[in-house]
C-alpha cells in the first residue's frame, strides 16, 4: 500500500500489485520474443525454483543456456535456504551506489527489498542476456500494476520531462512497447511486456533521475486488467530437460 499525502495533510491510499516471485527470461534472437526460462517464488520451506517448458525448449537448442541456467536437481526443481545464483548475482549490494539506486526507486536502504529491487530494475547485469519479469498479484480493483525502468531513453525528450507529464504508448512492428510522452519517442518499457500487446490501460511517470550517476533512468508503472502469467509460455516443466 503506497500513502500520498498532499500539501492540504490529505491522505491518499494507493492499492499496489504484491510481487510474489520472479521470472527470468531471455529474448530469442529469431523472432525476437521475450521468453521465461525460470521461476523463482519463496514460501516457508525457502526459496523455490523451477524451469518453464520454454526453457526445455530452449535449452537444447541454444549451446550454453543450460549451464547458465540450470538446477542441481532431477526434476528441474530445486527448494533452497538461499537464492539460486542465476538471481542472486543481480541483487544488490550494500555500497553507496546502491543507497543512491535504492532512493530513486523508491526503496528502503540498508533493508533493502531484494525482491521488489530487482523486480523494478530488471536485473540486468554485464555479460549475460537475461533479464527479470516480475510475479505480481493483482489488486482486489483485478488490476496488475508493475514498477519498471524504461530502456533506451532518449536524453533529449528525457530532459524535457515535467512531473505531470502524460505518457502513452505503442507497438513497434517487432512487438516491443514504446513509450510516449508529448507524442516524442521517450524509450521502450522492458521486453516481456511485448506478451501483453495492446492490453496494457494506463502507464504513469514516476521518478526521473536527476542524478549524473544513475544516468538517464525514468521510473514507470505499467497497469493491465489481463493476466500475463496466463500465457501459455509460462507453463512450468514437469521433469528435468534434457541437453
Request: net charge negative; proline share 5%; aromatic share 8%.
Amino acid at each position: 500500500m503506497t500513502i500520498i499525502q498532499d500539501k492540504h495533510g490529505d491522505v491518499d491510499r494507493i492499492e499496489e500489485s504484491k510481487i510474489s516471485g520472479l521470472y527470468l527470461g531471455w529474448v530469442v534472437p529469431e523472432d525476437g520474443q521475450w521468453q521465461p526460462l525460470m521461476k523463482l517464488t519463496k514460501s516457508d520451506r525457502g526459496y523455490e525454483a523451477s524451469h518453464t517448458r520454454t526453457y526445455q525448449r530452449l535449452a537444447q537448442k541454444y549451446r550454453g543456456m543450460a549451464e547458465m541456467v540450470s538446477l542441481p536437481t532431477v526434476d528441474g526443481t530445486e527448494i533452497a535456504h538461499t537464492i539460486p545464483d542465476i538471481f542472486s548475482v543481480r541483487m544488490p549490494r550494500l555500497r553507496p551506489d546502491t543507497e543512491r539506486r535504492c532512493k530513486f526507486l523508491g526503496l528502503s536502504y540498508p533493508n533493502i527489498d531484494r525482491i521488489a529491487f530487482i523486480a523494478r530494475t530488471g536485473g540486468n547485469i554485464v555479460g549475460d542476456n537475461y533479464d527479470i519479469c516480475p510475479i505480481v498479484e493483482p489488486t482486489s480493483h483485478g488490476e496488475y500494476k508493475f514498477y519498471c525502468l524504461l530502456q533506451e531513453v532518449d536524453s533529449n525528450v528525457r530532459s524535457s520531462l515535467g512531473t505531470h507529464s502524460k505518457l502513452q504508448c505503442t507497438i513497434t512492428s517487432n512487438n516491443r512497447i514504446v513509450v510516449k510522452a508529448a507524442n516524442s519517442e521517450l524509450g521502450l518499457l522492458p521486453p516481456y511486456f511485448s506478451l501483453l500487446g495492446d492490453e496494457i490501460t494506463g502507464i504513469e511517470l514516476v521518478n526521473v533521475s536527476d542524478d549524473p550517476y544513475l544516468g538517464n533512468r525514468i521510473l514507470v508503472t505499467v497497469a493491465t486488467k489481463i493476466d500475463l502469467y496466463a500465457h501459455q509460455c509460462f507453463e512450468l516443466a514437469v521433469e528435468k530437460a534434457i541437453v
